[in-house]
């Protein structure tokens, strides 16, 4: 439906194009984005963090154990795996799943998954006829408590910029091909409500315990670039 | 402020560069850069909030920044600001003297009463994002101003960051959650059936006739 201005412009200029130099350096911004999307660290900058963290202790305004526990916090206790779990809870419960519609806070602490900040759980439901996809378009904003630290992509220029007015092509590029009628809901996080998406439970996932349906939700599901897929034929 | 970081909307960012197994950081000091963050905010000492230091850079480089190179800079800038740090004491990594005892200002103005603030809208409302842009950080993107929508939900009540994020007021009011028809936002490019929802402050809402 849409194309994009440089496909526009090699279409009716090739000429410009070239002269332009933007066919030729396509794929070089492709790679510069791409470094510049988390670069290397330096080792300037793991210097500097160092040092700060040594003046922060010095002032008391960190200590080293609390510190420690947080980032060991960040990298193996939150994650995608408790959210999935929630996901197959509401795909096996009704009356849970009503209750996450409701109330996606409560639903998360009765599992378990209490939220440490002012945040608000909202889950999206996502049915053969709507699809949810969530953003930050300003910043980062990201279920961090339910479902961990946000991937690159989610907020990097490109998604950021493109969800809103395009979701189709960037639904796309993630594998995610909608029927025309499917109505899509972009959810821009602008303020304490964080988005997960409740996703379609797949087809074939019939005979599946809830641990086995919890193994097929993904992370880019809950945010609601791609859907569920079936499981794989012969698993469960 | 009309910077680069709202960018809803914008072209030609280039294809989403999808990183599989992506760890949780790509090295150690963004844990510690995130974390110590995280801890010297929960003292309630910051006076500013987080983004407005990012918001601020020059735009080349915040596109070049990664994003806990943003954290970094924020970091810094909320300690000097809210006198918790000096940048000599940045620069060296050691305490110039004893630390400052500054009152906790977020934490403090929470202890004030507040008016319970009474919604304007109800769900089901027609109402415009105003035409407003403040030079300071605001929660409204600029693809939204002046257009229509539809409150679906009120969220409750929420500090507005237009001012809570430089301790300049919590001004709790009502944020609603509005929903826009792709279409109002974009034109004629956007699929009739599809939509943008938005957590939009009371503040930044007027009635939908109010305009024209």
Not at chain 2, 18 to 23: D, H, I, S
Request: charged letters at 25%; a negative charge.
């Amino acid at each position: 439906m849409t194309t994009n201005r440089r496909d526009f412009l090699s279409g009716v200029l090739p000429a410009a194009v070239t002269v332009a130099g933007v066919k030729a350096s396509h794929a070089d911004d492709h790679r510069h984005q791409h470094e510049h999307d988390h670069q290397d660290a330096p080792s300037d900058v793991a210097l500097r963090v160092k040092s700060l963290e040594s003046l922060l202790i010095e002032k008391g305004l960190v200590d080293r154990a609390s510190l420690d526990a947080l980032v060991d916090k960040y990298e193996h206790k939150v994650g995608p795996r408790n959210g999935a779990r929630v996901i197959a809870r509401a795909w096996v419960d009704p009356a849970y799943k009503q209750r996450l519609l409701a109330d996606g806070t409560a639903a998360f602490a009765e599992l378990g998954y209490p939220l440490e900040r002012a945040a608000h759980i909202r889950a999206l439901e996502s049915t053969s006829a709507v699809h949810n996809v969530v953003v930050c378009t300003l910043c980062s904003c990201y279920p961090w408590d339910v479902i961990g630290l946000p991937p690159t992509w989610y907020k990097s220029a490109a998604y950021r910029s493109r969800v809103v007015i395009d979701p189709r092509s960037v639904l796309r590029e993630f594998g995610t091909e909608l029927a025309d009628s499917v109505e899509v809901r972009v959810w821009d996080s602008t303020a304490d409500e964080r988005y997960v998406v409740l996703p379609e439970r797949p087809a074939g996932s019939e005979n599946l315990s809830e641990s086995g349906l919890a193994e097929l939700v993904t992370r880019d599901a809950m945010i609601g670039v791609t859907k569920v897929a079936p499981p794989a034929q012969g698993g469960g | 402020m009309n910077g680069i970081h709202d960018m809803g909307g914008m072209e030609d960012m280039g294809p989403i560069n999808y990183e599989k197994n992506e760890p949780v950081f790509h090295a150690p000091w963004e844990g510690r850069v995130l974390s110590m963050a995280k801890m010297v905010e929960k003292t309630g000492k910051f006076r500013l909030g987080l983004r407005p230091p990012w918001e601020d850079l020059p735009a080349l480089q915040y596109l070049q920044s990664s994003y806990y190179e943003l954290w970094l800079t924020s970091l810094i800038e909320r300690l000097v600001a809210s006198d918790l740090a000096t940048r000599a004491e940045i620069a060296s990594g050691r305490a110039a003297g004893k630390p400052v005892a500054t009152e906790p200002v977020s934490a403090a103005a929470q202890l004030k009463p507040e008016v319970p603030a009474e919604p304007r809208f109800r769900p089901g409302e027609q109402v415009r994002a105003r035409n407003m842009h403040p030079v300071t950080h605001t929660r409204l993107p600029r693809y939204a101003r002046g257009k229509s929508g539809t409150i679906v939900r009120d969220n409750g009540v929420s500090a507005l960051p237009d001012t809570h994020d430089y301790s300049l007021g919590r001004n709790p009011q009502h944020v609603y959650s509005v929903r826009f028809s792709a279409r109002e936002l974009w034109g004629d490019r956007a699929a009739a059936q599809d939509s943008v929802y938005l957590d939009l402050w009371d503040n930044y809402l007027e009635p939908a006739q109010a305009c024209r």
